[in-house]
Structure formats: C-alpha cells, structure tokens
C-alpha cells in the first residue's frame, strides 16, 4: 500500500485533534498508543521493495537550495554575480543515507567541474506532502533520506512529469520540526516539474540503496 494524501490528512486531522484536546499536554497512555499505532498503519505500510524505490528514484531527483555560499563559488557556478539562492541537484548517495546534513556547493560538482544548476524561475511545484524522518537519539541533526521521501509520497502526486523533490524544514527550533510521540523529524517536500525534464546527465547518475552498494552496478538495471 502506498500512502495517499487521504492518508495524510487522516494522520494530521488525529494529531491535530489529539494535541489541541480539552486535557492540553495531559495526554493520556493510551492515546498517545493509539496515535502511534495509525502512524504505523498508514505510514510504515508504505515501504517500497528495493527494486520499486529504485525505479523510483530513476525518475525524481533531489534538489538542494544553497545559502550564504561564497560569492566566488556562485560566480564560477553560474557565471554571473547574483543575489538569489543557488539550486543544485544532489550528487549522488545512496537512498538511505542522509544527502542533507553538512551538504555544500563542493558535493555539487561533477567529474567536469560545474554543478548540475536548476534554475528557479523553470521549477514549476506540483504538489506538496508532510514527510517523517528518523532523526538521532539527541535530535541535534537533520538526517532525511531520499529513501524516506519517495516511500512516503502520496501516489497520486506522483504523476509522469514529477521529476525532482526539495525537503524543506518551516524552522530549525527543535519544537516546530520535532514530533515528541513518534519521535521524527517532520518536513514539507515540495515536488517539481521542469520544461525538459531531467538533464542527461543527472539521469545517468547512478543510483544506489545503500552503503554496501557503492561502486556496484545495479541488480535492476
């Protein structure tokens, strides 16, 4: 079963009622279960085989938007001086492996040195979705995965165009992104479409699941 925004909706409306009831933060055991166990039903159901999440993955791609990079990197990146945020495809990681944290203009580049530039004004958003993350045991870093995005996007946003995803955080106080029952992380994805598509030379990156698959070819392919 793959999550759909019904699903979605169905998890906001419980939480937003479960933490806005009459007893305040005296939320009893049991509801807080309860609230637990739709997560579980909705959310963890969607989990994708390995070869479903790399199909997946063949056709929508990360989009990173740096800031307060150096004025020197964003020339030789784009070739002129300007003032908006610069938007990069992620180099390659594996899907379950957080391509977020400590990601910079450097990472961007490829074997013939530019970045893969996306240009805003061609991003067109389609749709947007409420995304969970497992984060660390002291809930200091922002670790999403690619691997989360797509096993959790509701599949009627998923439409043939959709070709890249931005996961962005409304805040970076603890308390605006941090669910403190199911202990996640939480995001807005935005999904995107562009004129032509992906460029080739994004669709020729390699994908791959985890770690251990790093440098082997595909099992899918």
């Known amino acids: 079963m ?5 699903n979605t909706q169905l998890l906001n409306s419980f939480k937003f009622n479960l933490f806005n009831s009459p007893q305040g933060n005296q939320i009893s055991p049991a509801m807080k ?25 063949k056709k929508i791609k990360p989009i990173v938007r740096l ?17 908006d945020d610069l938007i ?12 977020f944290y400590g990601f910079d203009i450097d990472r961007a580049y490829h074997v013939n040195e530019k970045p893969f530039i996306v240009l805003e004004r061609e991003l067109k958003q389609t749709a947007e979705f409420t995304c969970y993350h497992v ?9 999403p995965t690619a691997a989360e995005v797509l096993q959790q996007m509701p599949e009627e946003m ?22 403190s029952v199911l202990k996640k992380n939480i ?4 999904l995107y479409t562009l004129p032509n598509g992906l460029p080739e030379l994004v669709q ?9 698959d790093v440098g082997y070819p595909s099992l899918f392919e």
């Open 33 to 57: 279960d309860a609230y637990v166990l739709l997560y579980r039903n909705i959310l963890l159901s969607t989990e994708m085989t390995d070869k479903e999440l790399y199909q997946l993955a």
């Open 88 to 99: 990069v495809f992620a180099d390659t990681y594996p899907l379950f492996e957080s391509y």
């Open 158 to 179: 998923n439409t043939e165009d959709v070709c890249a995803f931005e996961i962005t955080f409304p805040s970076l106080e603890h308390r605006n992104i941090y669910d």
């Open 187 to 190: 995001s807005t994805v935005k």
């Open 2 to 6: 793959r999550m759909n925004n019904y």
């Open 67 to 83: 800031r307060r990079i150096s004025m020197h990197k964003y020339i030789l990146a784009v070739g002129q001086d300007r003032s």
């Open 135 to 143: 984060c660390d045991d002291e809930q200091t870093f922002l670790r």
């Open 204 to 212: 020729k990156q390699p994908v791959y699941l985890r770690k251990d």
